[in-house]
Protein backbone atom coordinates (compact mmCIF):
# COMPACT_ATOMS: atom_id res chain seq x y z
CA UNK A 1 0.00 0.00 0.00
CA UNK A 2 1.45 3.56 -0.53
CA UNK A 3 3.10 4.90 2.57
CA UNK A 4 1.22 6.73 5.09
CA UNK A 5 0.96 10.68 3.71
CA UNK A 6 3.07 13.12 5.90
CA UNK A 7 1.34 15.20 8.65
CA UNK A 8 2.48 18.57 9.98
CA UNK A 9 4.80 17.89 12.84
CA UNK A 10 3.34 17.56 16.41
CA UNK A 11 5.33 20.54 17.24
CA UNK A 12 3.39 22.35 15.30
CA UNK A 13 -0.08 21.69 16.46
CA UNK A 14 -2.22 22.94 18.67
CA UNK A 15 -1.24 21.93 22.20
CA UNK A 16 -3.88 19.83 24.25
CA UNK A 17 -4.26 19.02 27.63
CA UNK A 18 -2.81 15.95 28.38
CA UNK A 19 -2.15 13.52 31.09
CA UNK A 20 2.08 14.49 31.11
CA UNK A 21 3.61 12.48 34.13
CA UNK A 22 6.29 14.49 35.48
CA UNK A 23 8.66 14.52 32.74
CA UNK A 24 11.98 13.02 33.56
CA UNK A 25 15.09 14.65 32.99
CA UNK A 26 17.25 13.45 30.66
CA UNK A 27 14.36 13.10 27.33
CA UNK A 28 13.33 10.03 26.13
CA UNK A 29 16.37 9.30 23.79
CA UNK A 30 18.47 8.79 26.97
CA UNK A 31 16.20 5.67 27.75
CA UNK A 32 15.34 4.39 23.96
CA UNK A 33 17.40 3.54 20.89
CA UNK A 34 19.63 3.05 18.92
CA UNK A 35 16.40 2.42 16.56
CA UNK A 36 16.72 -0.04 14.05
CA UNK A 37 14.22 -0.36 10.99
CA UNK A 38 13.74 -3.30 8.64
CA UNK A 39 11.78 -3.22 5.34
CA UNK A 40 10.27 -6.90 6.51
CA UNK A 41 11.24 -9.13 9.28
CA UNK A 42 9.90 -12.21 10.54
CA UNK A 43 9.17 -10.15 14.67
CA UNK A 44 10.29 -7.52 16.15
CA UNK A 45 9.98 -8.83 19.45
CA UNK A 46 11.72 -12.06 18.69
CA UNK A 47 14.81 -10.16 16.77
CA UNK A 48 15.55 -7.93 19.97
CA UNK A 49 14.66 -10.66 22.16
CA UNK A 50 17.39 -12.89 20.18
CA UNK A 51 19.40 -9.94 19.90
CA UNK A 52 19.62 -9.46 23.60
CA UNK A 53 20.73 -13.13 24.58
CA UNK A 54 23.26 -12.95 22.20
CA UNK A 55 24.90 -10.06 24.09
CA UNK A 56 24.04 -7.75 20.39
CA UNK A 57 21.71 -5.08 22.02
CA UNK A 58 20.85 -3.71 25.56
CA UNK A 59 18.03 -2.29 27.11
CA UNK A 60 16.75 0.69 25.30
CA UNK A 61 16.86 -1.18 21.61
CA UNK A 62 14.17 -0.09 19.33
CA UNK A 63 13.37 -2.67 16.07
CA UNK A 64 10.77 -1.10 13.72
CA UNK A 65 9.53 -2.87 11.03
CA UNK A 66 7.16 -2.29 7.79
CA UNK A 67 6.36 -5.57 7.68
CA UNK A 68 6.63 -8.73 9.65
CA UNK A 69 5.95 -12.54 8.38
CA UNK A 70 5.55 -14.06 11.69
CA UNK A 71 4.17 -11.03 13.85
CA UNK A 72 3.52 -12.42 17.20
CA UNK A 73 0.28 -11.87 19.52
CA UNK A 74 -0.97 -12.92 22.75
CA UNK A 75 -2.15 -16.25 23.61
CA UNK A 76 0.17 -18.01 20.91
CA UNK A 77 -1.51 -16.15 18.10
CA UNK A 78 -0.25 -14.33 15.28
CA UNK A 79 -0.08 -10.50 13.98
CA UNK A 80 -0.86 -9.61 10.78
CA UNK A 81 -1.36 -6.19 9.50
CA UNK A 82 -1.28 -4.69 5.63
CA UNK A 83 2.14 -3.39 4.74
CA UNK A 84 3.42 -0.47 5.93
CA UNK A 85 0.28 0.08 7.22
CA UNK A 86 1.17 -0.13 10.89
CA UNK A 87 3.79 0.89 13.38
CA UNK A 88 5.38 -2.55 14.18
CA UNK A 89 7.79 -1.78 17.36
CA UNK A 90 9.66 -3.70 20.15
CA UNK A 91 11.67 -2.29 22.46
CA UNK A 92 14.17 -4.11 25.08
CA UNK A 93 13.71 -3.34 28.29
CA UNK A 94 15.67 -4.46 31.52
CA UNK A 95 13.70 -6.71 33.52
CA UNK A 96 11.56 -4.58 36.41
CA UNK A 97 13.39 -5.23 39.51
CA UNK A 98 10.51 -6.81 40.88
CA UNK A 99 9.25 -9.40 38.91
CA UNK A 100 5.80 -8.64 40.03
CA UNK A 101 5.54 -5.40 38.31
CA UNK A 102 5.87 -6.65 34.45
CA UNK A 103 2.67 -5.50 34.22
CA UNK A 104 3.38 -2.14 34.49
CA UNK A 105 5.58 -1.91 31.22
CA UNK A 106 2.38 -3.14 29.51
CA UNK A 107 -0.14 -0.75 31.09
CA UNK A 108 2.53 2.59 30.55
CA UNK A 109 3.10 1.54 27.21
CA UNK A 110 -0.52 1.56 26.37
CA UNK A 111 -1.26 4.48 28.01
CA UNK A 112 1.52 6.45 26.39
CA UNK A 113 0.04 4.97 23.00
CA UNK A 114 -3.42 6.33 24.03
CA UNK A 115 -2.39 9.55 24.57
CA UNK A 116 -0.27 9.94 21.68
CA UNK A 117 -2.48 8.82 19.35
CA UNK A 118 -4.58 11.55 20.92
CA UNK A 119 -2.45 14.06 20.83
CA UNK A 120 -1.52 13.79 17.06
CA UNK A 121 -4.83 13.21 15.99
CA UNK A 122 -6.11 16.64 18.26
CA UNK A 123 -8.51 14.53 20.43
CA UNK A 124 -10.38 12.98 16.62
CA UNK A 125 -9.29 9.74 17.72
CA UNK A 126 -9.30 9.06 21.50
CA UNK A 127 -8.22 5.23 22.08
CA UNK A 128 -9.06 3.55 25.64
CA UNK A 129 -7.74 0.42 26.73
CA UNK A 130 -9.16 -3.12 26.57
CA UNK A 131 -8.01 -5.78 29.57
CA UNK A 132 -5.18 -6.35 29.29
CA UNK A 133 -3.42 -4.64 26.69
CA UNK A 134 -5.62 -3.43 23.51
CA UNK A 135 -6.18 0.05 22.46
CA UNK A 136 -9.41 0.65 21.41
CA UNK A 137 -11.99 2.72 19.35
CA UNK A 138 -15.50 2.06 19.51
CA UNK A 139 -14.64 -1.05 20.74
CA UNK A 140 -12.64 -2.15 17.81
CA UNK A 141 -8.62 -2.94 18.27
CA UNK A 142 -6.76 0.14 17.36
CA UNK A 143 -3.25 -1.76 19.20
CA UNK A 144 -2.26 -4.26 20.66
CA UNK A 145 1.11 -4.80 22.89
CA UNK A 146 2.57 -7.78 23.70
CA UNK A 147 5.75 -8.36 26.56
CA UNK A 148 7.68 -11.16 26.49
CA UNK A 149 10.86 -12.67 28.19
CA UNK A 150 13.78 -14.71 27.79
CA UNK A 151 15.87 -14.52 30.60
CA UNK A 152 16.19 -11.37 32.48
CA UNK A 153 15.69 -9.90 29.22
CA UNK A 154 12.17 -8.45 28.49
CA UNK A 155 10.89 -7.00 25.01
CA UNK A 156 7.36 -4.98 24.51
CA UNK A 157 5.80 -4.53 21.09
CA UNK A 158 3.36 -2.67 19.93
CA UNK A 159 1.63 -2.90 16.35
CA UNK A 160 -0.90 -0.04 15.98
CA UNK A 161 -2.46 0.19 13.21
CA UNK A 162 -2.33 3.72 11.26
CA UNK A 163 -3.24 3.73 7.51
CA UNK A 164 -4.63 0.98 6.05
CA UNK A 165 -6.45 0.50 2.52
CA UNK A 166 -9.73 -1.07 4.50
CA UNK A 167 -10.05 -3.39 6.75
CA UNK A 168 -9.47 -7.09 5.87
CA UNK A 169 -12.69 -9.07 5.78
CA UNK A 170 -11.73 -11.30 8.27
CA UNK A 171 -11.24 -8.50 10.77
CA UNK A 172 -14.39 -6.51 9.70
CA UNK A 173 -16.38 -5.29 13.39
CA UNK A 174 -12.83 -6.00 15.10
CA UNK A 175 -10.15 -4.29 14.22
CA UNK A 176 -9.37 -0.24 13.02
CA UNK A 177 -6.96 2.15 11.99
CA UNK A 178 -6.65 6.15 12.64
CA UNK A 179 -7.14 7.17 9.01
CA UNK A 180 -10.55 4.95 8.90
CA UNK A 181 -11.52 5.43 12.48
CA UNK A 182 -11.04 9.91 11.63
CA UNK A 183 -7.87 10.96 11.77
CA UNK A 184 -7.48 12.29 7.95
CA UNK A 185 -4.91 12.03 6.96
CA UNK A 186 -3.41 9.93 9.78
CA UNK A 187 0.07 11.10 12.02
CA UNK A 188 2.92 9.19 10.18
CA UNK A 189 4.24 5.78 11.84
CA UNK A 190 6.92 8.09 12.62
CA UNK A 191 5.80 10.79 14.89
CA UNK A 192 2.97 8.20 16.21
CA UNK A 193 6.95 6.34 17.57
CA UNK A 194 8.06 9.64 18.79
CA UNK A 195 5.73 10.34 20.46
CA UNK A 196 4.79 7.02 22.11
CA UNK A 197 8.60 6.63 23.41
CA UNK A 198 8.24 10.16 25.17
CA UNK A 199 5.23 9.49 26.70
CA UNK A 200 6.35 6.18 27.74
CA UNK A 201 9.76 7.46 28.94
CA UNK A 202 7.49 9.58 31.15
CA UNK A 203 5.37 6.65 32.41
CA UNK A 204 8.27 4.00 33.36
CA UNK A 205 9.61 7.23 35.55
CA UNK A 206 6.44 7.17 37.32
CA UNK A 207 6.36 3.68 37.81
CA UNK A 208 9.84 3.43 38.97
CA UNK A 209 8.94 6.16 41.83
CA UNK A 210 7.55 5.38 44.90
CA UNK A 211 3.86 4.83 44.92
CA UNK A 212 4.73 4.11 40.99
CA UNK A 213 2.00 0.97 40.79
CA UNK A 214 -0.51 2.56 41.92
CA UNK A 215 -0.47 5.63 39.66
CA UNK A 216 -0.16 3.85 36.59
CA UNK A 217 -2.82 1.34 37.10
CA UNK A 218 -5.15 4.49 38.31
CA UNK A 219 -4.17 5.88 35.15
CA UNK A 220 -5.20 2.87 32.77
CA UNK A 221 -8.34 2.52 34.93
CA UNK A 222 -9.12 5.83 33.82
CA UNK A 223 -8.88 5.61 30.29
CA UNK A 224 -9.99 1.73 30.34
CA UNK A 225 -12.94 1.35 28.28
CA UNK A 226 -13.67 -2.40 30.35
CA UNK A 227 -14.02 -1.09 33.94
CA UNK A 228 -17.42 -0.73 34.57
CA UNK A 229 -18.66 -2.68 31.32
CA UNK A 230 -20.49 -5.62 31.48
CA UNK A 231 -18.18 -8.19 30.06
CA UNK A 232 -17.64 -11.94 29.18
CA UNK A 233 -14.30 -13.54 30.50
CA UNK A 234 -13.21 -15.96 27.91
CA UNK A 235 -10.53 -18.21 29.93
CA UNK A 236 -8.92 -21.38 28.09
CA UNK A 237 -11.17 -23.98 30.39
CA UNK A 238 -14.14 -21.66 30.77
CA UNK A 239 -16.33 -18.84 30.23
CA UNK A 240 -18.08 -16.52 32.99
CA UNK A 241 -20.16 -13.21 33.00
CA UNK A 242 -19.69 -10.38 34.97
CA UNK A 243 -19.33 -6.59 35.66
CA UNK A 244 -15.62 -5.43 35.47
CA UNK A 245 -15.62 -3.82 38.61
CA UNK A 246 -11.14 -2.91 39.08
CA UNK A 247 -7.83 -3.44 37.82
CA UNK A 248 -5.94 -4.53 41.20
CA UNK A 249 -1.99 -3.79 41.55
CA UNK A 250 -1.20 -6.16 40.07
CA UNK A 251 -2.89 -5.79 37.06
CA UNK A 252 -5.13 -8.20 37.35
CA UNK A 253 -8.99 -7.89 36.32
CA UNK A 254 -11.54 -8.06 38.96
CA UNK A 255 -15.14 -9.41 37.47
CA UNK A 256 -18.09 -9.40 39.76
CA UNK A 257 -19.77 -12.39 39.05
CA UNK A 258 -23.58 -13.42 40.57
CA UNK A 259 -21.43 -16.06 42.14
CA UNK A 260 -18.82 -13.23 43.82
CA UNK A 261 -15.55 -11.59 42.70
CA UNK A 262 -13.34 -13.36 40.41
CA UNK A 263 -9.60 -11.94 40.33
CA UNK A 264 -8.29 -12.65 36.39
CA UNK A 265 -4.55 -12.35 35.65
CA UNK A 266 -4.67 -13.41 31.57
CA UNK A 267 -7.41 -14.11 29.06
CA UNK A 268 -9.36 -13.02 27.16
CA UNK A 269 -11.79 -10.45 27.05
CA UNK A 270 -15.40 -9.28 25.68
CA UNK A 271 -17.22 -6.28 26.50
CA UNK A 272 -20.61 -6.98 26.23
CA UNK A 273 -22.38 -3.96 27.12
CA UNK A 274 -20.32 -0.52 27.86
CA UNK A 275 -20.08 1.38 31.16
CA UNK A 276 -22.77 3.68 31.70
CA UNK A 277 -22.30 7.56 31.24
CA UNK A 278 -22.19 8.03 34.86
CA UNK A 279 -19.10 5.67 34.95
CA UNK A 280 -15.58 6.44 35.82
CA UNK A 281 -14.43 10.14 34.23
CA UNK A 282 -13.45 10.47 30.56
CA UNK A 283 -10.69 12.25 31.19
CA UNK A 284 -7.18 11.01 30.56
CA UNK A 285 -4.40 10.86 33.27
C1 LIG B 1 -1.83 -8.72 20.65
O1 LIG B 1 -2.04 -9.92 20.47
O2 LIG B 1 -2.75 -7.91 20.76
C2 LIG B 1 -0.42 -8.19 20.73
C3 LIG B 1 0.12 -7.93 19.36
C4 LIG B 1 1.52 -7.38 19.35
C5 LIG B 1 2.04 -7.20 17.94
C6 LIG B 1 3.36 -6.51 17.91
S1 LIG B 1 3.80 -5.98 16.28
C7 LIG B 1 5.42 -5.61 16.78
C8 LIG B 1 5.84 -6.67 17.78
N1 LIG B 1 6.44 -7.80 17.09
C9 LIG B 1 5.71 -8.90 17.18
O3 LIG B 1 5.99 -10.00 16.67
N2 LIG B 1 4.60 -8.66 17.90
C10 LIG B 1 4.56 -7.30 18.39
Redo the contacts with the bound molecule.
Sequence with gaps: MAAAPSNPPASSRPARPASPPERANPPAAARFGPIERFAEI??????LLDAAVAGRRSAGAV?V?DR?T??????G?T?T?PPGG?????VLLGAPANPNERHLLTLSAGIAAAEAVTTLTDGHVAPRLKWP??LVVDDR?L????A?SVGGHV?V????NIDWPGVPDELIGIATALNLAGAVPPPTRDSVLDLWLDRWHGWLAVAEAPAGPERVVAAATRLSATIGSSVRVELASERFEGLAERITDAGHLVVVTDAGPREVSAGDVVHLRPRSAGGLPDSHG
Design positions: DSTNRYAAQAGRGRLRWASLLVSNDKAGVLEVGMGL
